[in-house]
């Protein structure tokens, strides 16, 4: 039975959230987005990944808070989400304590300020193959387009439950139904990365990043927060996730495993939130 929804997922227009960037250059991702009849897709919550103790800290606090300047983005301070997915990882190597864990909070679509909208994770654009890495990370910003999320969604995707699962819309249903011309490297380039698979990069090649301000106040914006089985032992930690933040409390079993094979746990934990909500099939 589909849980009901804790408020509307959809705003009418995602832009309206999107701080303006009045005065500067088109990307050729914005083009893209921009001249072709797209159909929009809904869009998915945002995302906050982090260990278990940190996101621990957040909803103790109620707020995300970054506090170190980004290596990309020089001399800023910016909180990262990701549409839909849990995606942002780390490598190990050894087993961890379960505050050691991955976790994430689940907030609301359209319910913070943006300040840039890439398709990818622009941390990882390094790693990623020759064919795209030889452009220019900010030609891959969509930033200026409003309704940007659903447009990329509904480009390269189809709907919310295809962009979950990273299974894109077939080469020849892409090609023929939006206006690609030999000049287009980024777009190709970019729809070529989603079929790309390597150990070097994984699903963050087509998770829909969203940055935002360097502190988020979770002021009843919060749909739900994922994290190990043992904090629900404690009943203060319950009483800040769903009595403070009026959020789900969605916690996953743990196992003696590495601390990397808890990311398939968050993924089947998120999505069966997804599901209960009717958010994707």
């Not at 940190?54 to 001399?75: D, M």
């Not at 840039?116 to 452009?135: C, E, H, S, V």
Request: with cysteine.
């Amino acid at each position: 039975m589909a849980l009901p929804p804790k408020s509307s997922i959809i705003p009418p227009y995602f832009g309206a959230a999107i701080i303006s960037k009045q005065g500067s250059a088109m990307t050729p991702l914005d083009r893209f987005l921009q001249r072709n009849s797209i159909k929009t897709a809904q869009g998915l919550p945002l995302v906050h990944s982090a260990t278990a103790y940190t996101v621990r800290k957040i909803v103790e606090t109620k707020q995300i808070v970054s506090r170190e300047e980004c290596k990309v983005f020089a001399g800023e301070k910016i909180n990262y989400f990701f549409v839909g997915r849990p995606a942002y990882k780390k490598q190990y190597e050894i087993e961890g304590d379960y505050w050691e864990l991955p976790a994430c909070v689940i907030l609301e679509y359209g319910s913070i300020p943006i300040k840039r909208i890439f398709p990818f994770d622009t941390g990882a654009f390094d790693l990623y193959p020759d064919f795209i890495k030889i452009m220019e990370r900010s030609s891959f910003e969509a930033t200026n387009t409003s309704q940007a999320i659903e447009r990329l969604i509904g480009s390269f995707f189809i709907s919310p439950s295809a962009y979950f699962k990273l299974r894109p819309r077939s080469s020849s249903d892409f090609e023929r139904r939006f206006n690609i011309g030999v000049l287009d490297e980024e777009i190709k380039a970019l729809y070529k990365l989603i079929l790309s698979k390597s150990g070097k990069y994984d699903d963050r090649r087509f998770s829909i990043e969203v940055q935002s301000d360097p502190i988020i106040a979770l002021t009843n914006n919060v749909l739900a927060v994922v994290f190990p089985e043992e904090y629900c032992e404690s009943k203060e930690y319950m009483k800040w996730v769903t009595s403070d933040l009026n959020a789900t409390a969605v916690p996953y079993q743990t196992f003696p495993l590495k601390k990397e094979f808890y990311y398939y746990a968050m993924y089947e934990a998120v999505l069966k939130f997804y599901q209960d909500r009717g958010m994707v099939k």
